[in-house]
């Protein structure tokens, strides 16, 4: 996500993956809150769904940061077998 597209209140998707290939995705669920003034390397504010618990994230991890059009499109390749990330050069 970029931070122009982020909206106070609306829901966002959280992705991770347990294994280097980007095969196996982990999702989490979560809150947009808003940014905080007092946190100048991670102002990006999220609440996970179920939960009082927050997390806040630098505007360099967004990308991690997925709307629910982004994550149907993930879901779709990952459907499909196609890749969902390239992996990292090492």
Known sequence: ???AELKVGCIYFGVAYEDDEFT???????????ETG????APFVF???GSD???QLAERQLDLILDAGGLIELLVRFRDGKPMHKP???
Do not use: C, N, Q
Request: no cysteine; aromatic share 12%.
């Open 38 to 41: 007092d946190a100048k390397e």
């Open 88 to 90: 990292h050069a090492s």
């Open 47 to 49: 609440r996970f769904v």
């Open 1 to 3: 996500m970029r931070r």
């Open 24 to 34: 196996r995705p982990i999702l989490h669920t979560y809150e947009y809150l808003g």
């Open 53 to 55: 618990d927050e997390v």
